[in-house]
């Protein structure tokens, strides 16, 4: 059972074939390349680990490692998956040398049984409102006649809200997020489970992914990342401020935190 483990879905013998696209890729930094290439040279024997990669590289920073793990995958030359165990998420990482198709993502998934990062709650939760419906008066019915099928409708509705607000709460208790945060979502949930944009696995990804921005052990005085209660309060006073609905919830947070950063090293060199 693979447990946060790096695979190469392509591997040559004996030797690495780099293809140009990659050496020459105009989106893709030094490091991002010379990243991608380093994972092509392990064997297929190698047991990696995401984390692992972090302290490879005695020159490179944490951060530096990180920006370019994200550039891999925002080009598709890296596929993050995660599936279900239990109460937690097992997170597994295919990389390429040339970038994933569509194709390839969906035998990934199914072979591994997990869904690629990212999606949405529910189904349900990931509708987006129809625009520009009309209600035909031929279709408006007597309330009077249909009183007793409104109650039960309405009782039904009363049932399934209740459910998904349980479900709901069960998966912010499993997520690997600040208590903080969730116990704001907890408080939030009645609200929040008829949402149809609110993205809790976009941000339990962000907080666990971007680990250039957030660093739980960090202090007032790490400059660079924010700290467990520094991001609870970005995420808490963004959802307050921003206007629903959300559907770029990935890249919303990443504004908001940096912006957080940026007030975070403006306090610190007034204080000096």
């Known amino acids: 059972m693979s447990k946060g483990n790096i695979k190469n879905y392509a591997k040559d013998k004996g030797f690495e074939i780099i293809p140009r696209g990659l050496l020459q890729h105009p989106?893709?930094?030094?490091?991002?390349?010379?990243?991608?290439?380093?994972?092509?040279?392990?064997?297929?024997?190698?047991?990696?680990?995401?984390?692992?990669?972090?302290?490879?590289?005695?020159?490179?920073?944490?951060?530096?490692?990180?920006?370019?793990?994200?550039?891999?995958?925002?080009?598709?030359?890296?596929?993050?998956?995660?599936?279900?165990?239990?109460?937690?998420?097992?997170?597994?990482?295919?990389?390429?040398?040339?970038?994933?198709?569509?194709?390839?993502v969906q035998e990934l998934e199914n072979k591994e049984s997990a869904k690629a990062m990212s999606f949405r709650f529910s189904e349900a939760q990931n509708e987006k409102p129809k625009m520009g419906s009309t209600k035909s008066a031929d279709n408006r019915i007597n309330i009077k006649d249909n009183t007793h099928k409104d109650n039960i409708h309405k009782n039904n509705t009363q049932d399934q809200n209740h459910n998904q607000e349980d479900q709901l709460k069960d998966y912010i208790e499993s997520t690997n997020l600040p208590m903080g945060l969730k116990k704001y979502f907890f408080d939030q949930v009645k609200v929040l489970v008829n949402d149809p944009t609110f993205d809790i696995q976009s941000i339990e990804y962000f907080y666990n992914t971007y680990?250039?921005?957030?660093?739980?052990?960090?202090?007032?005085?790490?400059?660079?990342?924010?700290?467990?209660?520094?991001?609870?309060?970005?995420?808490?006073?963004?959802?307050?401020?921003?206007?629903?609905?959300?559907?770029?919830?990935?890249?919303?947070?990443?504004?908001?935190?940096?912006?957080?950063?940026h007030y975070k090293k403006e306090n610190f060199f007034d204080r000096n």
Not at 235 to 259: A, G, N, Q, T
């Open 211 to 261: 680990v250039q921005l957030i660093d739980s052990k960090c202090t007032r005085d790490d400059i660079d990342t924010l700290n467990d209660t520094e991001f609870t309060h970005t995420v808490r006073k963004m959802f307050k401020k921003v206007d629903r609905p959300i559907y770029k919830m990935e890249s919303l947070l990443k504004e908001w935190v940096l912006s957080a950063i």
């Open 27 to 104: 989106r893709l930094s030094l490091q991002a390349i010379g990243l991608l290439c380093n994972l092509q040279s392990y064997p297929e024997t190698w047991n990696l680990n995401k984390t692992e990669v972090y302290t490879r590289f005695p020159k490179n920073k944490k951060t530096s490692v990180a920006n370019a793990w994200e550039e891999l995958v925002e080009e598709k030359y890296i596929i993050q998956l995660r599936r279900r165990e239990g109460k937690k998420w097992d997170y597994i990482y295919y990389f390429n040398l040339t970038p994933f198709t569509n194709v390839e």
